[in-house]
């Protein structure tokens, strides 16, 4: 009783410190995963930060450079004398690349002059849309004099850029609009910006409606990381696009080292958990053992406290000169042994399983043993047992001997363990075979086996049991039933005693069809000696007797 609360005490403290060790690695993995993600987010936050803010630098510097230009040009405007005007801006526009043409109106808004590098025809064609399309939108309303201003707008399929404003001179006020090179501005200036870059980053130019102007767009994937920014006054239709070409390796890092960090997460718990497991079934199967000991010292002192107190009865029974004592004085010492046998017999199987465990063979040596005489043997000696009367015994035996290498002792003590299974558990008749083992060709170190079977009539073992019933202190249930007194390690020393000398011990049905129980030992059989007359071993005659 105290070993089982003692063995529940343990489980339970090696249960709950499993349960905080679990829970601690599940935090800390967790934690790590986490810790894991946020650096990654942070990383990718940091360099979408630093890729923002080279997308702000380059539209400033590349609206600066169109505002200074065109604010320089402005500056030497001179309109006190038309001639001189045309001349100077005629001059001008043949020399700035920026600048594409220069238009002068008056305050009612008519041209008075158009200078420009291109033939008549695209002035023709540039006066009229200027005419049509590009003034009504300029918002000349709102813009005050000395003010600077840039239209961009898409108009007959042509992107423009327009840079505008009021000037007051000689008392009148005239409209002055430059028409700025765009072919300029995508060849030169954002090429002279964008194109450095190209080796980090995916850099593009689009329109409103996502149209690439410049540039290559990146792919699908790095979508996430891309930064857009907008010309905020001169070329407002278009954006900056730029996106880190190390977002993939960024990204494809952090994906493996999360998946890393997860998996590194489940095989701990799983570990954690199989080790657990596996903890907790060494100290059950460690506790059942304590048990089954317990239960072993139990059972043994209550198969000596009988024996012992038979043998302390008949003992003074002999001493006694009452009536008819002397008489029976035989009948008294007959008791005696009988109990004394019974009492060896149980200390030898305590003792025997212990060697074997061990892997000791009892201390004489294997040899070469008869086993017709050595079953004969072993059935004379359960005759003479508690048990004798209990059940019938009929032999089936080769006419001549046959021979195994083993110990004689251990084989003797096995074979005595399995008659009296049979007798004690319901059998009113068993039978011992020896023969050839003909359940299959299995050979042990090159030799052919002898199968020496013994069957009852009894009730049959269940099947459930019969892995179960070769293990140290194991009682059926029927045997606990019955109340038929056993320690449970009978069969567990016929097992050890079969492997010890290579052979093998199986327990089933009789194939015959009818009840019972059929125990089956193998052992690998010798030659005879020379002396010996010689037979063939591999087929011997039988003769069945019953005694």
């Known amino acids: 009783m105290f070993m089982a609360w003692r063995g529940r005490k343990t489980s339970v403290f090696i249960g709950v410190a499993y349960v905080i060790i679990v829970a601690s690695m599940s935090l800390l993995g967790f934690y790590s995963l986490h810790l894991s993600r946020q650096t990654s987010q942070v990383t990718r936050q940091s360099l979408r930060t630093s890729t923002r803010a080279l997308a702000d630098k380059i539209v400033r510097k590349v609206e600066k450079r169109i505002i200074d230009q065109d604010r320089a040009i402005f500056d030497l405007v001179d309109l006190h004398n038309l001639d001189d005007f045309k001349v ?48 009504p939108v300029l918002g000349l309303q709102e813009l005050a004099p000395g003010h600077h201003r840039h239209l961009h707008s898409l108009i007959g399929g042509r992107d423009y850029l327009i840079s505008y404003m009021f000037m007051e001179q000689q008392g009148g006020r005239f ?35 996502g149209h690439i102007v410049y540039g290559k767009r990146a792919p699908r994937g790095l979508l996430t990381q891309r930064v857009r920014r907008r010309f905020p006054t001169t070329l407002y239709r278009f954006r900056v696009e730029l996106t880190p ?50 239960e072993l010292v139990s059972t043994v002192s209550h198969e000596l406290k009988t024996p012992l107190s038979l043998i302390r009865m008949y003992a003074e029974l002999m001493t006694l000169d009452r009536p008819g004592a002397v008489e ?34 009892p201390e004489t040596r294997p040899e070469r043993t008869d086993l017709v005489l050595l079953v004969r043997d072993a059935v004379d000696i359960h005759l003479r047992g508690p048990l004798a009367e209990r059940a019938r015994m009929e032999l089936v035996l080769p006419d001549g001997p046959v021979y195994a290498e083993v110990d004689e002792e251990a084989v003797r003590l096995a074979l005595l363990n399995l008659l009296d299974n049979a007798a004690k558990y319901g059998a009113t008749a068993v039978e011992v075979t020896v023969s050839a083992d003909g359940q299959g060709t299995q050979k042990v170190r090159g030799r052919a086996l002898w199968a020496i079977t013994v069957r009852d009539d009894g009730p049959g073992i269940p099947a459930g049991e019969r892995k179960q019933i070769f293990e140290r202190f194991f009682r059926g249930r029927m045997a606990v039933q019955g109340r038929e007194r056993g320690s449970g390690i009978g069969l567990s020393l016929v097992q050890l005693v079969a492997e010890a000398h290579g052979g093998k011990i199986t327990v089933g049905e009789p194939a015959d069809g009818g009840k019972g129980t059929v125990f089956r030992l193998t052992l690998p059989r010798v030659d005879p000696p020379k002396m010996d007359p010689k037979h063939d071993p591999t087929t011997p005659d039988t003769s069945e007797e019953t005694v």
């Not at 043949?94 to 002035?123: N, Q, W």
């Not at 701990?268 to 089954?292: C, D, F, K, N, Q």
């Open 328 to 361: 029976r004085r035989e009948e008294y010492a007959a008791v005696l042994t009988r109990e004394i046998d019974r009492m060896s017999r149980l200390i030898e199987n305590v003792l025997d399983l212990s060697r074997l465990e061990r892997g000791l063979l």
């Open 88 to 135: 100077f801006w005629g001059r001008l526009t043949t020399m700035s690349s920026l600048v594409e043409g220069a238009l002068v109106l008056d305050s009612k808004f008519r041209i008075l002059h158009y200078a420009s590098k291109e033939g008549p025809r695209e002035r023709k064609r540039f006066t009229e849309q200027f005419s049509k399309h590009i003034m």
């Open 245 to 294: 070409r190390a977002a993939a390796s960024l990204a494809a890092h952090a994906v493996r080292r999360e998946r890393t960090s997860l998996g590194l997460l489940v095989g701990s718990l799983v570990v954690t958990i199989m080790g657990l497991g596996l903890l907790l079934w060494l100290v059950h199967r460690e506790r059942a053992v304590s048990e089954l000991k317990s």
């Open 175 to 209: 409209l002055v609009a430059l028409k700025i090179n765009m072919d300029y501005v995508m060849r030169h200036m954002l090429t002279e910006e964008l194109r450095p870059l190209e080796k980090r980053y995916f850099a593009a130019v689009t329109d409103q409606r």
